[in-house]
C-alpha cells in the first residue's frame, strides 16, 4: 500500500464540474493499493499518517501531527502510484489491485484514518474521473510505502 501525502491549506476533489468533497488544513492523501495488501498494511499506513510530524509548531519545526492542528484528511484513490516504468515508455498497472479488492481496502483504510484521528475523513469517489485541486502548504509532500518500513 502506497501513500503520497501532501501538507495541504485546503484541498477538493471535482467530479462533474461540482465539488465531490473538501477540506481546510489538514492532509491530501493518494492511496494505491496492490493485491498483497492486507489488514496490516492498512492499520500500518494509517496509524504512520496520523502520527505523521509534518506540521509546524511555534518554533516553526516540524513537530505536529494532522491531529495535534486538528487538521482535516481527505482520501483520494490512486492506482497510478503502483506504475512500473522500467520497461519502454507506457507505464504497467499490472501490481494494482483490481476493483473487487481495492475497493474494500480503500474503505478499511478510511476507517482505520477515521479511528486514528478521531474525526471524519473526506474521500474522493474510487474509480471515478476526478479533477483535484489543492493548495499544497510548503510544499510538504511525503510518499510512504507499506512494504518498505524499515
Known amino acids: 500500500m502506497r501513500a503520497l501525502i501532501q501538507r495541504v491549506k485546503k484541498a477538493s476533489v471535482i467530479i462533474d464540474d461540482e465539488i465531490y468533497s473538501e477540506i481546510n488544513q489538514g492532509l491530501l492523501i ?24 509534518i506540521f509546524s509548531d511555534k518554533s516553526n519545526a516540524m513537530n505536529l501531527s494532522v491531529q495535534d492542528v486538528n487538521g482535516d484528511c481527505l482520501v483520494v484513490s490512486q492506482f497510478t502510484l503502483h506504475a512500473n516504468t522500467k520497461k519502454g ?45 489543492l493548495i499544497n502548504d510548503g510544499p510538504v509532500t511525503i510518499w510512504i510505502d507499506s512494504k518498505r518500513r524499515e
Not at 492486507?38 to 494509517?46: G, K, M, R, S, V
Open 30 to 53: 493518494f492511496l494505491g493499493i496492490e493485491a498483497k495488501d492486507t489488514q496490516e498494511d492498512i492499520n500500518w499506513l494509517a496509524g504512520k499518517i496520523a502520527r505523521l510530524r
Open 89 to 133: 515508455n507506457r507505464p504497467s498497472f499490472i501490481n494494482a489491485a483490481k476493483p473487487e479488492i481495492a475497493v474494500p481496502c480503500y474503505e478499511k483504510f478510511v476507517l482505520q484514518l477515521e479511528n486514528q484521528i478521531n474525526r471524519k475523513v473526506k474521500t474522493g469517489s474510487f474509480g471515478a474521473m476526478m479533477d483535484v485541486a
